[in-house]
């Protein structure tokens, strides 16, 4: 990248060009692209499929990708043939390449937003791995493969370094958070700076940012048709790592994934601590792309066992206890406290008293939603956005709870949608609530920010849930209210207000993400197979797991 006025910071975690040269991913680049014909994709295999070939060995276990644009059965959109390019369209195309980052000559990412007027850079000029996802749907979605397969390589690589936060040694497999390009103009070399955690706000590393690479490398693969590059051994390594972390046993009784606040796009204090539902989501989807992607080898076999009894298990979790709908909510409205052994009706003791009174005026009687988080003696019954949606492209919500929760967002616009797409959470923490659960955040005041705040990045994914859920009219809805804002107010990061009326108060402009997220909703109802990249299909044998209505009287 060009020398932008970045800071030469100074850090531990930094690799000069000539350190290169014994890690040359450069040479991965020049392997050949296998498009390999295949009577059917390993996605569509089912988990009992699996646990029988585990139980054979493994043998003839088919190869987990399916080459080219792969669709899921869903209806086509209504505007694929009349679907006519908006002016804004080629704008949001120039202002993406613009934020291009290159590292060697070749491009690795997209920082997070090239708004020049800022007084403070922060950490926009850096390469944020979940900023980089809509990017780099986009760029597949157009063709330019390549730009994603440096951006996968290169985070893999950062993958590998030693990471210390106060003398501290985080787990091997934590992906970077984001990484900075620094170019020395008079030695023409390129130093990459790397954040676990150790720069970030509150010092949190990134759960989300290894599951978000999961999910892209096969987006990727999925895209092109190229298996090689998952199938070195650097990404099956890499993706063992992650998976080490996430599925190590512990003292928990859940199958669900214990985190802290900060450790995912909501990245600053928010009440989210202990099992957030956008973290659940994307462990579930994570889970199911490293299974049609991991090679069933000595290595690889032990992984795809455990991935294939964890996914069992969470699935059953979420769409158990995380769902709430009209007759779930008046279930635990009468649910009976203290109660003891298995036999137990209300089994993590959530005392009625604690359901707060918006919920009841929130909650249409068609429709329903993935609360934010479940733990012993609390349930956090916010509406997020992001989790609902990647539950919905990731088969976590069955078909039945996939259209619940389109319908609430229907029933529920004037809340969720209203004057921008989307709400990232919903309703706002105030007065006594937003002191203690926010530490008194200035930033996270009330319908500002993560606190209620509107974003446009989020597009693109109640796009594809639309989609998926054959309600392509209602994406097509939140577009045309986008595309009367966002490029006459210079492509922010988020609004403010209760129906998203006013630019952020600290949101910079020419936002990559909210650009991105624009291309690939626009790119995704004008061809709905390219939705085959980011969805998967239900699991046949976990179809039927929940067979009452999402009901906890079980």
Same mark, same amino acid.
């Given at each position: 990248?060009?020398? $932008?006025?970045?800071?030469?910071?100074?850090?531990?975690?930094?690799?000069?060009?000539?350190?290169?040269?014994?890690?040359?991913?450069?040479?991965?680049?020049?392997?050949?692209?296998?498009?390999?014909?295949?009577?059917?994709?390993?996605?569509?295999?089912? *988990?009992?499929?699996?646990?029988?070939?585990?139980?054979?060995?493994?043998?003839?276990?088919? +190869?987990?990708?399916?080459?080219?644009?792969?669709?899921?059965?869903?209806?086509?959109?209504?505007?694929?043939?009349?679907?006519?390019?908006?002016?804004?369209?080629?704008?949001?195309?120039?202002?993406?390449?613009?934020?291009?980052?290159?590292?060697?000559?070749?491009?690795?990412? @997209?920082?997070?937003?090239?708004?020049?007027?800022?007084?403070?850079?922060?950490?926009?000029? &850096?390469?944020?791995?979940?900023?980089?996802?809509? +990017?780099? !749907?986009?760029?597949?979605?157009?063709?330019?493969?390549?730009?994603?397969?440096?951006?996968? !390589?290169?985070?893999?690589?950062?993958?590998?370094?030693?990471?210390?936060?106060?003398?501290?040694?985080?787990?091997?497999?934590?992906?970077?958070?984001?990484?900075?390009?620094?170019?020395?103009? %008079?030695?023409?070399?390129?130093?990459?700076?790397?954040? =676990?955690?150790?720069?970030?706000?509150?010092?949190?590393?990134?759960?989300?940012?290894?599951? /978000?690479?999961?999910?892209?490398?096969?987006?990727?693969?999925?895209?092109?048709?190229?298996?090689?590059?998952?199938?070195?051994?650097?990404?099956?390594?890499?993706?063992?790592?992650?998976?080490?972390?996430? *599925? +190590?046993?512990?003292?928990?009784?859940?199958? @669900? !994934?214990?985190?802290?606040?900060?450790?995912?796009?909501?990245?600053?204090?928010?009440?989210?601590?202990?099992?957030?539902?956008?973290?659940?989501?994307?462990?579930?989807?994570?889970?199911?792309?490293?299974?049609?992607?991991?090679?069933?080898?000595?290595?690889?076999?032990?992984?795809?066992?455990?991935?294939?009894?964890?996914?069992?298990?969470?699935?059953?979790?979420?769409?158990?206890?995380?769902?709430?709908?009209?007759?779930?909510?008046?279930?635990?409205?009468?649910?009976?406290?203290?109660?003891?052994?298995?036999?137990?009706?209300?089994?993590?003791?959530?005392?009625?008293?604690?359901?707060?009174?918006?919920? =009841?005026?929130?909650?249409?009687?068609?429709?329903?939603?993935?609360?934010?988080?479940?733990?012993?003696?609390?349930?956090?019954?916010?509406? =997020?956005?992001?989790?609902?949606?990647?539950?919905?492209?990731?088969?976590?919500?069955?078909?039945?709870?996939?259209? #619940?929760?389109?319908? *609430?967002?229907?029933?529920?616009?004037?809340?969720?949608?209203?004057?921008?797409? *989307?709400?990232?959470?919903?309703?706002?923490?105030?007065?006594?609530?937003?002191?203690?659960? @926010?530490?008194?955040?200035?930033?996270? $005041?009330? /319908?500002?920010?993560?606190?209620?705040?509107?974003?446009?990045?989020?597009?693109?994914?109640? $796009?594809?849930?639309?989609?998926? $859920?054959?309600?392509?009219?209602?994406?097509?809805?939140?577009?045309?209210? #986008?595309?009367?804002?966002?490029?006459?107010? %210079? /492509?922010?990061?988020?609004?403010?207000?209760? %129906?998203?009326?006013?630019?952020?108060? &600290? #949101?910079?402009?020419?936002? @990559?993400?909210?650009?991105?997220?624009?291309?690939?909703?626009?790119? !995704?109802?004008?061809?709905?197979?390219?939705?085959?990249?980011? #969805?998967?299909?239900?699991?046949?044998?976990?179809?039927?797991?929940?067979?009452? +209505?999402?009901? /906890?009287?079980?």
């Amino acid at each position: 990248m060009e020398s $932008t006025g970045l800071r030469n910071v100074s850090s531990h975690c930094s690799i000069s060009e000539t350190e290169m040269d014994d890690f040359d991913l450069s040479k991965l680049l020049d392997k050949p692209r296998l498009n390999i014909e295949r009577q059917r994709s390993f996605d569509e295999r089912s *988990l009992s499929e699996l646990s029988i070939g585990l139980t054979r060995g493994l043998d003839n276990c088919e +190869s987990a990708y399916s080459p080219g644009r792969s669709a899921l059965d869903t209806p086509a959109s209504s505007a694929h043939n009349s679907f006519e390019p908006h002016p804004m369209v080629a704008e949001a195309w120039d202002a993406l390449r613009r934020s291009l980052v290159h590292f060697r000559g070749q491009p690795v990412g @997209t920082i997070a937003a090239v708004d020049h007027a800022s007084e403070e850079v922060l950490n926009y000029d &850096q390469v944020f791995v979940r900023d980089f996802v809509p +990017s780099a !749907l986009a760029f597949l979605m157009n063709g330019e493969a390549d730009i994603v397969k440096n951006f996968l !390589l290169k985070t893999l690589q950062l993958q590998g370094w030693e990471k210390r936060v106060d003398r501290f040694k985080l787990g091997e497999g934590v992906m970077p958070a984001s990484f900075k390009v620094l170019h020395d103009p %008079v030695r023409n070399t390129d130093t990459i700076m790397a954040d =676990f955690g150790e720069s970030a706000i509150g010092r949190v590393a990134p759960v989300d940012s290894g599951f /978000w690479w999961i999910i892209l490398l096969r987006a990727y693969t999925k895209s092109t048709g190229d298996v090689s590059l998952a199938e070195t051994p650097e990404c099956q390594r890499g993706m063992r790592l992650i998976l080490s972390l996430c *599925l +190590s046993e512990g003292f928990d009784t859940f199958p @669900t !994934l214990l985190c802290a606040d900060g450790c995912s796009m909501i990245d600053r204090r928010m009440g989210i601590y202990g099992y957030p539902i956008e973290i659940q989501a994307l462990f579930f989807m994570a889970l199911r792309s490293a299974l049609v992607m991991l090679k069933p080898d000595n290595e690889g076999g032990e992984f795809i066992e455990r991935i294939v009894k964890r996914l069992h298990a969470l699935s059953y979790h979420m769409r158990s206890y995380f769902w709430l709908d009209f007759q779930q909510l008046n279930d635990i409205y009468r649910y009976k406290t203290e109660e003891y052994s298995h036999t137990a009706v209300n089994k993590f003791n959530v005392i009625p008293d604690s359901i707060p009174d918006w919920v =009841f005026e929130f909650m249409p009687t068609h429709g329903g939603y993935f609360i934010g988080n479940v733990s012993p003696a609390r349930m956090d019954f916010r509406w =997020f956005a992001l989790g609902n949606c990647i539950a919905i492209l990731s088969s976590l919500a069955t078909p039945e709870q996939a259209s #619940a929760i389109v319908d *609430l967002i229907e029933a529920r616009w004037d809340e969720l949608v209203a004057e921008m797409p *989307l709400k990232i959470s919903y309703p706002a923490l105030e007065n006594h609530d937003w002191r203690l659960i @926010t530490g008194c955040d200035p930033k996270n $005041t009330r /319908w500002s920010y993560h606190n209620g705040g509107s974003w446009p990045v989020l597009l693109w994914l109640l $796009t594809a849930a639309c989609i998926k $859920t054959g309600r392509p009219q209602i994406a097509r809805r939140a577009i045309d209210l #986008a595309e009367s804002r966002l490029s006459k107010d %210079v /492509w922010p990061e988020y609004y403010d207000g209760k %129906v998203g009326r006013y630019i952020g108060k &600290q #949101a910079r402009k020419y936002q @990559t993400w909210s650009i991105a997220g624009y291309l690939v909703a626009k790119m !995704l109802l004008e061809d709905p197979s390219h939705l085959g990249m980011i #969805a998967l299909e239900e699991d046949k044998q976990m179809k039927h797991v929940i067979k009452r +209505s999402a009901s /906890w009287t079980c």
